[in-house]
């Protein structure tokens, strides 16, 4: 009889622990997968960041803001077309859909960061600091790299030169 109260209590206390594990936070589960800052010339006082997030929660997760020591301001920006014009709008989050990803790009979402700290140099580490919605927070680090034309081209389509 000790031991069906002994054994009532580990299962009762191992069922606590695995529910408590997963309350951990949502955004343990979103990890970066790769990304870069765009080089810009030094009299450029802004430039974006590209990045691709992936999330593998159960639920969606969405990302609000961006912190970055490199800049004065990060914006969440989206490349919306009106009239027939491109025009960049700040937006208030993007969300990464569970078992998804989130891809930062310059065709379309990306982080402007704006009035930069200092000129950014190739190479150099951006650090990033994601806040979600949920208040947890990712902290990231992006290498500035010069954006090619084929680089530009890469996400539509591979051209081979023989």
Known sequence: ?????????????FNFLVLSSL??????????VDGHVRAMPASVPNTA?????ENHNNSDVKLVEVKTSAAK????????????????????????PSHGSLTLQPTGDHVMLLSLTAPLVIDDKV???????????????????????????EHVEHHHHH
């Open 1 to 13: 009889m000790e031991f069906k109260t002994l054994k009532a209590i580990f299962k009762h206390l």
């Open 23 to 32: 309350s951990f936070t949502a955004t343990a589960n979103v990890v970066l």
């Open 49 to 53: 960041a590209y990045f691709t997030l």
């Open 73 to 96: 301001v990060a914006q969440l920006h989206t490349i919306l077309e009106e009239d027939g014009m491109v025009k960049m709008r700040q937006v208030e989050g993007f969300t990464i």
């Open 127 to 153: 650090p990033l600091e994601l806040i979600f919605e949920d208040g947890q927070h990712l902290m990231i680090e992006l290498t500035v790299l010069k954006q090619t034309a084929a680089q530009h081209d």
